[in-house]
């Protein structure tokens, strides 16, 4: 049972445009939740992260969206660079049970020139 | 700063072998992770510690085994490894409940 979910495998976007990465989770006690960016042969590094008694979160480019009603949370990085290209995981934990985030299943992000 | 380590970084294993996986880190966090990353299956929590001494399951625990002897050391141990833990294993760790995970750069394991 997937509790978070990616369901767009891959997205390709050309640089300079904004690029938009969606995550659906269906636990209703996740309350906190982050994106991580992961490159070929490295580990997962972290991107930004937003809490539940927030809508919207903003670090530079990267500003992540969260609509609790619907269960759903998105990535915006605008404008898109080559760099960004990656592969991007939602996380999510649930606050009163924070040891532990559940993953899920990753979208690849290519930004072309 | 190195972080956190994992060692070794790749390894071939023939099925019904065993191995220990290693992963340092130099933070003094409490917590650490042990992840496998599958193809369209994302990161999925192996085994996990809250601390010195302890240890939990994750989502997919069978056929590992793990220690935390001392608070910088996370072990992953395979006593019998089959095809099907043919993964990318990630440790990672964290400072308290409310901080982001670092993780290490990954041991890429294929069991023949």
């Known amino acids: 049972d997937q509790q978070v979910k990616q369901n767009s495998p891959s997205l390709s976007v050309q640089e300079g445009r904004i690029s938009i990465l969606n995550c659906d989770y269906t636990?209703?006690?996740?309350?906190?939740f982050l994106w991580y960016k992961k490159y070929p042969a490295e580990g997962p590094t972290f991107l930004i992260s937003?809490?539940?008694?927030?809508d919207k979160n903003e670090d530079g480019r990267f500003t992540v969206f969260l609509n609790k009603s619907a269960k759903h949370l998105s990535l915006h990085i605008v404008p898109s660079q080559p760099g960004d290209s990656a592969v991007y995981f939602c996380a999510a934990s649930v606050f009163v049970n924070t040891d532990k985030l559940i993953f899920g299943t990753g979208t690849r992000l290519q930004v072309f020139p | 700063n190195a972080g956190v380590t994992q060692t070794p970084k790749f390894r071939v294993l023939k099925t019904g072998q065993s191995m220990t996986l290693l992963c340092a880190q130099d933070?003094?966090?409490?917590?650490m992770y042990w992840y496998r990353q599958d193809p369209g299956m994302g990161l999925r929590l192996i085994h996990y510690s809250v601390g010195e001494g302890t240890t939990a399951k994750g989502e997919v625990p069978d056929g590992y085994n793990v220690s935390r002897l001392k608070k910088q050391n996370f072990l992953l141990g395979l006593e019998s490894a089959a095809p099907s833990q043919t993964s990318v294993y990630f440790c990672?760790?964290?400072?308290?409940?409310?901080?982001?995970?670092?993780f290490g750069s990954g041991t890429r394991l294929t069991v023949v």
């Open positions: 933070m003094n966090h409490e917590y």
């Open positions: 636990n209703s006690m996740f309350d906190y």
């Open positions: 937003i809490s539940s008694i927030k």
């Open positions: 990672a760790s964290r400072a308290s409940a409310h901080y982001g995970y670092t």
